[in-house]
């Protein structure tokens, strides 16, 4: 067994020599490198942002075909710390749901920049921990057959395992580091060959290169004209955390040591296979949770006095079905037309009765068809309209923006300080929540935003705050008419059904879909350089509308396998 004083020993041999990681400037990525979204130049953040008018660059200028984004440097999200960990260990016990949040306020996905003193504490507990699991399966993740030396088996371990715990192979400094940690195990610290083995895994899960996105090591960097391009290690853990949010798989590992990895038909090829693996199922749910937050339905406060049904498992209903739903349209067409209209479900009893379908009963996951009356794609789902809801009904402006700026990729000015805010329901006696909303709007300092998201929450006043179907609004009838500009027109809707309609339909939703891919992927905002990348995202996408297709363009675009010089620089 070990003791804290193996923890100290891992901190001298690993920590001494690695120094500082980033730099000043957003999470990250270096102060300066970036310069703003294609169509909206000037308004990024060190190349990061959390702008969303690049969408106009698209298709309409073709950009620089040898041009690419930053490459920010960021440590594994909570996602992939655990989906890594089960894989390189088979530990399942989700260490990272502990460690500070992993939300970054200047963007919408989730990405971790530099370690904070926090950070570093739970990371060293959830390392030891995971070092006494290591200990307990040593004669399995690092056998030593009979009439081998056991320091040679531990030669080979920190070999076999570094690789694929730093998805790369270990420099030789980094590899003899790790040798005279194994020794002090064996000699100081008088541990057997598994509790040796164990502070091995400690030592790597703490170290920068195991933390952190930067799968070069010592190798010096490809320059490319202007450009680096990414080595075969790189790729194969970028395309593996896009794909898989987790560590790559044998045969990226293979591909890349056979230097297989390096151009656009090979990382095509490899998305395609990873396409297929159900894992890729799951980043496409994650996606569509982080795209419109509804991740955060457990999180969104309601009135019990109003919706006293709104407990725990009906939260978990709402995030279940969703993943469901998104899941089905993976396995079938994988269009968003099909993600924005498809009226197919899995229903447990609790948000069986939120969409009122009947013969549901307790938790088990039942198929059944919504009413296409009242449901149409993903912005009708419970989860979405709980999320935008207010806590005590509908709420047209959260509505309203979450499809301005998620779904049209629309930047909204600051707001004024002077904006009234809209009168409460107690307050506007006979008043629908639509004409309380529509009185504020007049408000001139008020127009300029809630003139554009209003309108388009208004579609969803069909809606309450949890996403049950009304037609009746504080004894007034629900108005959920509108219009919307889209591809150059403006187009009226009814209610939110033809919303999603209209969206399904457009050319400027399906590019903003792509942009948000991209953003998805690379875990930043673009900038000018990228905007040839985002011409063929859009344009391979546009081939098909098919999700997987995008991914794969995604995962074949020069920002994907090149980073600007300078961006994420070299562990020392």
Same mark, same amino acid.
């Given at each position: 067994?070990?003791?804290? !004083?193996?923890?100290?020993?891992?901190?001298?041999?690993?920590?001494?020599?690695?120094?500082?990681?980033?730099?000043?400037?957003?999470?990250?990525?270096?102060?300066?490198?970036?310069?703003?979204?294609?169509?909206?130049?000037?308004?990024?953040?060190?190349?990061?942002?959390?702008?969303?008018?690049?969408?106009?660059?698209?298709?309409?200028?073709?950009?620089?075909?040898? =041009?690419?984004?930053?490459?920010?440097?960021? *440590?594994?999200?909570?996602?992939?710390?655990?989906?890594?960990?089960?894989?390189?260990?088979?530990?399942?016990?989700?260490?990272? &749901? =502990?460690?500070?949040?992993?939300?970054?306020?200047?963007?919408?996905?989730? *990405?971790?920049?530099?370690?904070?003193?926090?950070?570093?504490?739970?990371?060293?507990?959830?390392?030891?921990?995971?070092?006494?699991?290591?200990?307990?399966?040593?004669?399995?993740?690092?056998?030593?057959?009979?009439?081998?030396?056991?320091?040679?088996?531990?030669?080979?371990?920190?070999?076999?395992?570094?690789?694929?715990?730093?998805?790369?192979?270990?420099?030789?400094?980094?590899?003899?580091?790790?040798?005279?940690?194994?020794?002090?195990?064996?000699?100081?610290?008088?541990?057997?060959?598994?509790?040796?083995?164990?502070?091995?895994?400690?030592?790597?899960?703490?170290?920068?290169?195991?933390?952190?996105?930067?799968?070069?090591?010592? &190798?010096?960097?490809?320059?490319?004209?202007?450009?680096?391009?990414?080595?075969?290690?790189?790729?194969?853990?970028?395309?593996?955390?896009?794909?898989?949010?987790?560590?790559?798989?044998?045969?990226?590992?293979? !591909?890349?040591?056979?230097?297989?990895?390096?151009?656009?038909?090979?990382?095509?090829?490899?998305?395609?296979?990873?396409?297929?693996?159900?894992?890729?199922?799951?980043?496409?749910?994650?996606?569509?949770?982080?795209?419109?937050?509804?991740?955060?339905?457990?999180?969104? /406060?309601?009135?019990?006095?109003?919706?006293?049904?709104?407990?725990?498992?009906?939260?978990?209903?709402?995030?279940?079905?969703?993943?469901? $739903?998104?899941?089905?349209?993976?396995?079938?067409?994988?269009?968003?037309?099909?993600?924005?209209?498809?009226?197919?479900?899995?229903?447990?009893? /609790?948000?069986?009765?939120?969409?009122?379908?009947?013969?549901?009963?307790?938790?088990?996951? %039942?198929?059944?068809?919504?009413?296409?009356?009242?449901?149409?794609?993903?912005?009708?789902?419970?989860?979405?309209?709980?999320?935008?809801?207010?806590?005590?009904?509908?709420?047209?402006?959260?509505?309203?923006?979450?499809?301005?700026?998620?779904?049209?990729?629309?930047?909204?000015?600051? /707001?004024?300080?002077?904006?009234?805010?809209?009168?409460?329901?107690?307050?506007? =006696?006979?008043? %629908?929540?639509?004409? *309380?909303?529509?009185?504020?709007?007049?408000?001139?300092?008020?127009?300029?935003?809630?003139?554009?998201?209003?309108?388009?929450?208004?579609?969803?006043?069909?809606?309450?705050?949890?996403?049950?179907?009304?037609?009746?609004?504080?004894?007034?009838?629900?108005?959920?008419?509108?219009?919307?500009?889209?591809?150059?027109? %403006?187009?009226?809707?009814?209610?939110?059904?033809?919303?999603?309609?209209?969206?399904?339909?457009?050319? &400027?939703?399906?590019?903003?879909?792509? %942009?948000?891919?991209? *953003?998805?992927?690379?875990?930043?905002?673009?900038?000018?350089?990228?905007?040839?990348?985002?011409?063929?995202?859009?344009?391979? $996408?546009?081939? =098909?509308?098919?999700?997987?297709?995008?991914?794969?363009?995604?995962?074949?675009?020069?920002? $994907?396998?090149?980073?600007?010089?300078?961006?994420?620089?070299?562990?020392?």
């Amino acid at each position: 067994m070990r003791s804290n !004083a193996g923890t100290s020993a891992v901190a001298v041999l690993l920590v001494v020599g690695v120094g500082c990681i980033g730099s000043i400037g957003a999470p990250g990525v270096p102060a300066g490198s970036g310069n703003g979204p294609p169509g909206n130049s000037g308004s990024g953040n060190n190349g990061v942002g959390n702008g969303g008018g690049g969408v106009g660059g698209i298709g309409t200028t073709p950009g620089d075909p040898n =041009a690419a984004g930053p490459m920010p440097l960021l *440590r594994l999200t909570h996602s992939e710390y655990n989906n890594t960990v089960r894989d390189l260990l088979g530990d399942t016990s989700n260490p990272a &749901n =502990a460690f500070p949040l992993d939300r970054d306020p200047e963007f919408l996905y989730r *990405r971790v920049g530099l370690a904070s003193l926090q950070d570093v504490d739970t990371m060293k507990d959830a390392a030891k921990a995971l070092g006494k699991v290591a200990e307990t399966k040593a004669t399995t993740l690092a056998p030593c057959p009979s009439g081998m030396a056991e320091d040679a088996c531990a030669r080979a371990f920190i070999t076999s395992f570094g690789l694929r715990a730093y998805r790369r192979p270990l420099a030789t400094d980094e590899s003899d580091r790790l040798v005279a940690l194994y020794s002090v195990g064996r000699t100081m610290l008088t541990l057997n060959y598994a509790g040796a083995i164990g502070l091995l895994v400690e030592g790597m899960l703490q170290s920068p290169a195991f933390l952190y996105h930067w799968e070069l090591g010592n &190798n010096l960097p490809t320059v490319e004209g202007s450009v680096i391009k990414l080595g075969p290690y790189e790729n194969a853990s970028r395309l593996s955390y896009f794909m898989y949010s987790s560590m790559p798989d044998q045969a990226l590992f293979d !591909a890349a040591a056979a230097n297989k990895l390096g151009t656009q038909a090979e990382l095509e090829a490899q998305a395609r296979r990873m396409l297929a693996d159900p894992k890729s199922a799951e980043t496409v749910s994650r996606f569509a949770e982080e795209w419109l937050n509804l991740d955060q339905v457990a999180e969104r /406060p309601k009135d019990p006095a109003v919706y006293p049904e709104f407990v725990d498992g009906l939260k978990a209903a709402m995030s279940a079905e969703t993943r469901a $739903f998104v899941n089905s349209v993976m396995k079938g067409d994988q269009r968003l037309s099909s993600l924005l209209t498809a009226n197919n479900a899995t229903v447990t009893q /609790p948000v069986a009765a939120i969409y009122g379908v009947s013969g549901v009963s307790g938790t088990a996951a %039942t198929a059944a068809m919504l009413n296409p009356a009242q449901r149409s794609g993903l912005l009708t789902r419970a989860s979405f309209l709980t999320v935008t809801g207010a806590t005590d009904g509908s709420n047209p402006v959260k509505r309203g923006r979450r499809i301005y700026e998620r779904l049209l990729c629309n930047e909204l000015p600051p /707001p004024p300080n002077d904006v009234p805010t809209v009168a409460s329901a107690t307050d506007s =006696a006979g008043k %629908t929540t639509r004409q *309380r909303f529509e009185d504020h709007d007049r408000n001139k300092c008020a127009i300029a935003c809630h003139g554009v998201m209003d309108k388009l929450g208004y579609a969803f006043e069909n809606y309450d705050g949890i996403g049950r179907f009304r037609t009746m609004d504080n004894g007034g009838n629900v108005d959920a008419s509108g219009s919307v500009d889209l591809d150059g027109a %403006t187009v009226a809707f009814g209610n939110a059904l033809d919303l999603s309609k209209a969206l399904a339909g457009s050319r &400027n939703a399906a590019n903003c879909f792509a %942009t948000q891919w991209f *953003r998805f992927a690379v875990k930043r905002t673009e900038i000018d350089a990228d905007l040839a990348s985002l011409n063929a995202i859009a344009g391979a $996408f546009s081939k =098909a509308n098919s999700i997987g297709d995008l991914m794969v363009g995604v995962a074949a675009s020069r920002s $994907f396998r090149y980073r600007t010089p300078g961006t994420g620089e070299m562990l020392k």
